[in-house]
């Protein structure tokens, strides 16, 4: 399964999620550039349990370096692939956690779930000599996150059956699901293959125990200073509605989302409604002025009547506020 986003929008730009993402890719540019000697790049930044738990190792060292490879490993990755899956699994899922944490709540989140993951590693391999690299840890405690915040959000896969590449909307919980129970397998069953399984599974748990905790942490003024400069203008342009109807009607119902200032100034957007086999992709347009809770007439876009003719479409407008009021 390889997830290709999900449905729900984030408030504001994920500025810290889109630097964390940043910092990887210049540190994996940096790692290219030693060449043959990369390896020595994944010495000097990974993380080696041996060196923190070895007196003989650990006495070389200073606390300073010690707590460094705690945040070092996790912007250092073992090859393009690596690099590539993890950065994508942030994208996914790491913007609608910091639009609920806010933004300098995430930062510190995602650098304790990285740090708390790695002591886990530790913990379960403690005279490893090998330097363990990646961001999985970090990025697990976000999935975790998700797990909790969102687990009604769909997460649209791709499934490849032999060659014919399929989609579907998998449920937040089941996909999030399948893959913590997938790595709690490999960690049990010793699948070690140079992967840090159980770094993974402590890091989605410590996600999951600490984003209850961060969310009650009141955010400083700054924070909602940022938080006001990012706010997203736009929602996205292309939206899947999944529209309701009564059993006796040929007409639909579903919500579209819109900011404020698609209130004021009005948009354009592009529409999928998936009712049964069909699949159709069609262009709305919201006037100026439409306020939250006005109704959009689609006439001709319900479902098909026996005659022969079709029900109408009503889209409601809303505001896409709904993760930023629970701040």
């Avoid at 989605?204 to 905790?213: K, N």
């Avoid at 969310?215 to 999944?242: E, F, M, N, W, Y």
């Avoid at 998936?274 to 699949?279: I, L, N």
Wanted: some cysteine; overall charge positive; charged content about 15%.
């Amino acid at each position: 399964m390889f997830p290709i986003r999900d449905t729900i929008p984030s408030n504001t730009v994920p500025v810290v999620n889109n630097l964390i993402i940043a910092v990887n890719v210049l540190f994996f540019l940096m790692q290219l550039s030693y060449g043959e000697a990369s390896s020595q790049f994944l010495f000097h930044f990974g993380l080696i349990p041996a060196r923190l738990t070895v007196e003989q190792y650990s006495a070389h060292f200073t606390l300073f370096q010690k707590a460094f490879w705690l945040i070092s490993y996790m912007f250092i990755h073992g090859g393009f692939m690596h690099i590539l899956g993890n950065m994508w699994m942030l994208y996914i899922f790491g913007d609608n956690v910091e639009d609920r944490l806010g933004h300098l709540r995430y930062l510190v989140f995602y650098l304790a779930c990285g740090v708390l993951a790695a002591m886990v590693h530790i913990i379960s391999d403690p005279y490893s000599k090998l330097p363990t690299v990646g961001a999985s840890g970090a990025i697990a405690g976000v999935m975790g996150a998700y797990f909790l915040l969102h687990p009604r959000a769909k997460v649209l896969t791709l499934i490849p059956i032999i060659i014919i590449p399929l989609f579907f909307e998998i449920p937040a919980f089941f996909f999030l699901g399948l893959w913590f129970l997938m790595q709690f397998l490999n960690a049990a069953g010793s699948a070690a293959g140079g992967v840090a399984w159980w770094a993974h599974v402590g890091g989605f748990i410590f996600g999951m125990l600490l984003v209850p905790l961060f969310s009650t942490v009141p955010q400083i003024g700054a924070d909602r200073a940022v938080r006001t400069v990012t706010q997203r203008k736009r929602s996205p342009r292309l939206q899947v509605l999944h529209p309701e109807s009564a059993p006796s009607s040929a007409d639909l119902h579903g919500v579209l989302y819109i900011t404020p200032s698609e209130s004021f100034l009005g948009a354009k957007k592009l529409v999928n409604v998936p009712w049964g086999y069909e699949k159709r992709l069609f262009t709305v347009v919201v006037p100026p002025g439409m306020n939250p809770g006005a109704k959009l007439r689609l006439k001709g876009l319900g479902k098909a009547r026996s005659d022969g003719t079709r029900g109408d479409l009503y889209l409601e407008i809303a505001l896409n506020r709904r993760s930023q009021d629970r701040h």
